[in-house]
Nanobody, 119 residues
Framework: QVTLVESGGGSVQAGGSVRLSCAVSGGIASTYSVAWFRQAPGKERERVASFKWGGYSIYYADSVKSRFTISRDVAKKLVYLQMNDLKPEDTAMYYC????????????WGQGTQVTVSS
């Protein structure tokens, strides 16, 4: 069983930066996929960044490449999403998720943290 708790969201002006954190409780293996998703009102959920807990297979959505960075602190079992040069279209609820199986079905989800970017 994995429990995820996000933090770090808030309101920021366009061009600003925010760092989200996700605290992971429970067992997590290096082969597990860990991702940040976001969902804005009226829009589909989007995977913005992900990697294997072992630190490989890093993915970024085209919409956030060169602006967002996913990272982790293995000792503290924290996952970060550093978001720079934020745009109003980045406004969404951000979720941390874990896929424990090779088919990358995200079975564990946090409660989400809101990021609002004003122009």
């Amino acid at each position: 069983q994995v429990t995820l708790v996000e933090s770090g969201g808030g309101s920021v002006q366009a061009g600003g930066s925010v760092r989200l954190s996700c605290a992971v409780s429970g067992g997590i293996a290096s082969t597990y996929s860990v991702a940040w998703f976001r969902q804005a009102p009226g829009k589909e959920r989007e995977r913005v960044a992900s990697f294997k807990w072992g630190g490989y297979s890093i993915y970024y959505a085209d919409s956030v490449k060169s602006r967002f960075t996913i990272s982790r602190d293995v000792a503290k079992k924290l996952v970060y999403l550093q978001m720079n040069d934020l745009k109003p279209e980045d406004t969404a609820m951000y979720y941390c998720a874990v896929a424990p199986t090779p088919d990358n079905v995200y079975a564990y989800w946090g409660q989400g943290t809101q990021v609002t970017v004003s122009s």
